[in-house]
């Protein structure tokens, strides 16, 4: 894994070459191994390197044979190995052993089709001198991060929206819009960012940048099964295919010259992961957290996991002062405000994972495309109920004098099916975030491009199937983004197997009623697992990531507190003070409900304070 940036002139002046080299140098962290760039004209390319494949050889910026090609790539490419002896037999000569030379050549040959041949996760930058074009692109479900900045004769790209901000072509500006959906959903989803002007290049997209303009182009995209019926049905067979596919996934990421491990929670995601590694080397190395006090901890889990598989375990510890002193931190290295406190947890696992392993396998992905959260069994509920249920009652049930809990679940079965996908993403509603921030244009802010950005409109078939597309377009993009700026914050590289995407086709395809049976989600995955591991781990009761942050909240001198009530916050806030303070009052009266919504502040805070300093 690396840190990639770059920036292309439009109005004839040559790069700066200071501009550049603190552009690339913000992301140190991701690249401390080895740097380069490349200056030609009006193109300037930057690159920080974590060495994982070729040590030696896989020095970027890199051109092809005749220089006439120069890229600048962050993430793995698995299936290098095979995509590269049909290049050498179209006479492409090659200088080292590296996945980077792979993409130049294959660029030669299929230009801008190449992404359609790469297997893994990436982000990179191509430009072709003969054409004067750069080429972006981003792996198919984002697991490396991509942003860029157009402006009148200027074009940027980074991994990282801070080393944009030092390229001194623009200055900081809140984005409202990127506000009004942090706000809403807890994550800044699609295209938007925090920063008005920065884009996020979408997954499974390209970009072509010239003198013309821009061209925007999605190379990939989830496919509907096409209808109720359609997908694999023996089950017996999928079981097979299933586990035949994982297993493949993770043998392609243990490719590496350097050691790896694999993040263990002792939930049936990450075992399966350890238990396939361990199938290729012996003693895996795992890596759990817990936290102190011990009563939300997972660490017995993992342990009985690291037993079974007989690893080679380490176990780590936090507590709250440590979790509160790292959250300024780690915000800037989020860019944006941190909105997963199991973010802290990971980078200090990653931290110290470092001592014994540069690559790490993780779980992430499994919830998402097989529909493992209660809230999907939920909405799928809901939604059957309410299709059944004739308008009339329901609106004659809505007038009924019930409380408010039981309200909010007869209105969403008043909803169609994507207004109900979206309420159970969503912590505020429009009239509650109109009074939490001076909108400049509040019309603007507010109307909400997001399902027309990531497709959603566009997408049908049955009802978990577009929630399943809902949350990997939006949700899971937030989760990878968090695993991969935690990980490089620690200068850690992080792979995710169950996000292969052939993994990821084979398992969109399966019925619903192969995910969701008898009230349990991912039920066709964890019987699939029953091949691999004891049934105790696979069926053992899922507790996400506990972070005991309401607890904290509520310590005396919790520092959590201290930043919503001091002087700086009340005078400076972003926010409406008179609503950050009303919620904080409720939430200390018991209302447990609102805990998302003064996480949320407490790191649009610190993210004010961090990037907006003046």
């Known amino acids: 894994m690396c840190g990639i940036c770059g920036y292309l002139n439009f109005d004839g002046k040559p790069v700066d070459q200071d501009s550049l080299l603190r552009m690339r140098d913000s992301m140190h962290h991701r690249g401390p191994d080895d740097a380069g760039i490349f200056m030609d004209e009006l193109i300037g390319l930057g690159h ?32 290098f190995q095979e995509l590269r002896q049909p290049l050498i037999d179209k006479g492409h000569a090659f200088k080292t052993r590296s996945d980077t030379e792979v993409i130049i050549h294959l660029y030669e040959e299929k230009g801008v089709d190449c992404v359609e041949h790469l297997r893994g996760m990436f982000a990179f930058a191509i430009w072709d001198k003969k054409k004067r074009e750069l080429f972006i692109a981003r792996d198919r ?88 019926d359609s997908g694999p049905r023996n089950i017996d067979r999928l079981k097979d295919e299933l586990v035949d596919k994982l297993e493949k996934s993770v043998r392609l990421r243990m490719i590496s010259d350097v050691p790896l491990g694999v993040f263990l929670s002792g939930g049936v995601d990450s075992s399966m992961i350890a238990a396939l590694m361990s199938r290729y080397a012996e003693n895996v190395k795992t890596f759990s957290i817990g936290f102190i006090p011990e009563e939300v901890n997972e660490l017995k889990y993992a342990k009985i996991v690291a037993d079974y598989l007989h690893a080679d375990h380490h176990e780590y510890f936090l507590e709250s002062g440590d979790f509160f002193s790292l959250l300024k931190k780690l915000i800037w290295h989020h860019d944006e405000p941190l909105i997963f406190p199991a973010s802290i947890p990971l980078y200090i696992l990653s931290k110290n994972s470092k001592n014994g392993a540069t690559v790490m396998l993780s779980g992430e992905g499994s919830d998402e495309i097989f529909a493992g959260y209660t809230s999907n069994i939920k909405a799928g509920r809901l939604n059957k109920i309410g299709s059944m249920m004739p308008p009339a009652i329901l609106k004659g049930f809505m007038k009924l004098p019930v409380n408010s809990k039981y309200k909010a679940i ?11 996908i979206h309420s159970f993403f969503q912590i505020c509603n429009d009239e509650q975030i109109s009074h939490m921030y001076s909108w400049s244009d509040r019309k603007s802010a507010m109307a909400d491009t997001l399902d027309e950005e990531i497709g959603f409109n566009n997408f049908n078939g049955p009802f978990l199937d577009k929630l399943i597309y809902f949350q990997v377009k939006t949700y899971l993009i937030a989760l990878l983004m968090k695993q991969d700026k935690m990980s490089m914050a620690a200068s850690i590289e992080t792979r995710v197997p169950y996000l292969d995407h052939l993994f990821v086709e084979l398992a969109i395809k399966i019925p619903a009623s192969f995910k969701i049976k008898r009230n349990q989600g991912k039920y066709i995955f964890k019987k699939s697992c029953e091949k691999v591991l004891p049934e105790s781990i696979v069926y053992r009761e899922k507790m996400g990531f ?21 002087s700086d916050t009340k005078r400076n806030s972003f926010l409406n003070y008179k609503v950050v303070e009303n919620t904080l009052n409720e939430f200390l009266q018991g209302n447990d409900s609102l805990l998302h919504q003064l996480w949320s502040f407490i790191n649009i805070e610190l993210w004010r304070r961090e990037f907006f300093k003046t």
């Open 48 to 79: 920080r390197r974590l060495s994982i494949i070729d040590l030696a050889g896989g020095h970027q910026p890199m051109t092809n044979e005749d220089g006439s090609v120069i890229i600048v790539y962050n993430g793995e490419v698995y299936n």
């Open 141 to 228: 479900l984002g697991v490396k991060p991509l942003y860029y900045y157009q402006g009148k004769a200027v074009f940027l790209f980074a991994s990282e929206i801070k080393s944009l901000l030092l390229s001194g072509q623009f200055q900081p500006e809140i984005d409202e819009s990127g506000l009004y959906r942090l706000l809403k959903y807890r994550f800044v989803y699609g295209r938007r960012t925090m920063f008005k002007g920065v884009s996020e290049l979408l997954p499974g997209h390209y970009m072509t940048v010239n003198a013309r303009g821009t061209k925007m182009t999605q190379y990939w995209n989830i496919t509907p099964r096409g209808g109720a």
């Open 410 to 420: 007869l209105n969403k079965m008043t909803l169609n099916e994507k207004e109900l």
């Open 546 to 566: 506990p972070v005991p942050i309401d607890k904290w909240f509520r310590e005396k001198n919790s520092p959590f507190m201290e930043v919503l009530l001091d």
